[in-house]
C-alpha cells in the first residue's frame, strides 16, 4: 500500500522545492504552474473540491467505469490510482478512504498539505506529469488516472495523454476536470468583460476544449470516450426556484476508458 510520506524526484533532489514571491510559496520546479503552494492555497483548493463533488454528485463521473476498474483483482492485484496535480491531497484522500482496497498516489509539483489524516493507502510524490508519466516505472500501473484543472499549467496536453494511456492498465479509466473562464447570467448566457473591438480583448480558446477530440483521434486506444458540461453557480441561491443569479466559467468533465484487451486496448462500457 502507498505510504503517506512525500518522495523527492531525483532530477529536482538538489534544488529547493518551493520559493517565496511576495508572502507567498510557489513551487520552484515548473513557472508555468504561478499559483501559490500555502495554506491560504489549500483551503481554497479544498473549497473548491467540495464545490466540485457537490456539482458531479460526487468524487468522480462515470460510476460504472470507475467501479469496475478499481474492483479487487482476481489474482490479488492491487487496484492502483493517480491523482495528477493533487493540489490539497483532499481528492486523493476521499478516494483512498472509499476504496481501502485500493492504492492511490498524488502527484505533484509542490509538497502536500493535508488537512486531515491521510489513510495507509494514500500517499503523495513529488513531480512533474509531464516527466514523470514518461518514466517506465509508470507503464501499465494504474488502473485510474484523474486529473483536475492541470489545462492552463501543462505545456504538451495532448503529448500528456498518451503518457497517461501508456500508463493504465487493460480496462483503466482517465477522468479529467477543466474549466472554461468566464461567467454567465440565470440564463447561461456568457457575461462580457470587455468590448468586442477592445483590443486587450483575449478570445484565444484554451485547448481544454480539444481533449474529448483528441482522446477521440487516438484511434481505437480508448474503449469509449464521453465528455459532460458542469456548471458552477456563484452568488445567492434563489429559495423558491433553486436556481442561482450567476453561474463561473463552466467545467468540462471528460472520460476515456481503456478497452479490456491487452493487445490492442479495444472495447470498453460506454461512459
Known amino acids: 500500500m502507498a505510504s503517506s510520506a512525500q518522495q523527492n524526484p531525483s532530477s529536482e533532489s538538489d534544488a529547493p522545492v518551493l520559493r517565496d514571491l511576495h508572502g507567498r510559496k510557489l513551487n520552484n520546479v515548473n513557472d508555468s504552474y504561478r499559483l501559490p503552494a500555502d495554506l491560504v492555497e489549500r483551503d481554497r483548493q479544498e473549497l473548491l473540491h467540495e464545490i466540485l463533488k457537490s456539482a458531479t454528485g460526487g468524487l468522480y463521473l462515470a460510476r460504472e467505469a470507475v467501479h469496475r476498474a478499481l474492483s479487487p483483482g482476481r489474482d490479488g492485484t492491487v487496484p492502483r490510482v493517480l491523482d495528477i496535480g493533487t493540489g490539497s491531497g483532499k481528492w486523493a484522500i476521499d478516494m483512498a478512504k472509499e476504496f481501502p482496497h485500493a492504492e492511490v498516489v498524488g502527484l505533484d509539483l509542490a509538497p502536500v498539505n493535508p488537512s486531515s489524516d491521510v489513510p495507509p493507502n494514500c500517499g503523495f510524490k513529488l513531480g512533474n506529469c509531464e516527466t514523470c508519466l514518461d518514466d517506465p516505472s509508470y507503464e501499465s500501473a494504474f488502473d485510474m488516472i484523474h486529473a483536475r484543472f492541470i489545462a492552463a499549467d ?63 483521434d487516438m484511434e481505437g486506444a480508448w474503449g469509449d470516450v464521453g465528455d459532460q458540461l458542469i456548471w458552477l453557480a456563484i452568488g445567492a441561491w434563489d429559495k423558491v426556484s433553486a436556481t442561482t443569479a450567476a453561474f463561473t466559467g463552466t467545467s468540462e468533465g471528460v472520460g476515456a476508458e481503456v478497452g479490456p484487451e491487452c493487445e490492442e486496448r479495444v472495447g470498453g462500457a460506454t461512459l
Not at 447561461?188 to 477530440?213: H, I, K, S, T
Open 154 to 216: 501543462v505545456f504538451d496536453y495532448r503529448g500528456l495523454i498518451q503518457h497517461i494511456w501508456k500508463a493504465l492498465r487493460p480496462g483503466g479509466v482517465f477522468l479529467a476536470i477543466e474549466g472554461r473562464p468566464g461567467s454567465f447570467n440565470e440564463h447561461r448566457q456568457q457575461l462580457g468583460v470587455q468590448d468586442e473591438d477592445d483590443p486587450a480583448r483575449n478570445d484565444q480558446p484554451m485547448y481544454f476544449e480539444d481533449v474529448p477530440a483528441w482522446l477521440k
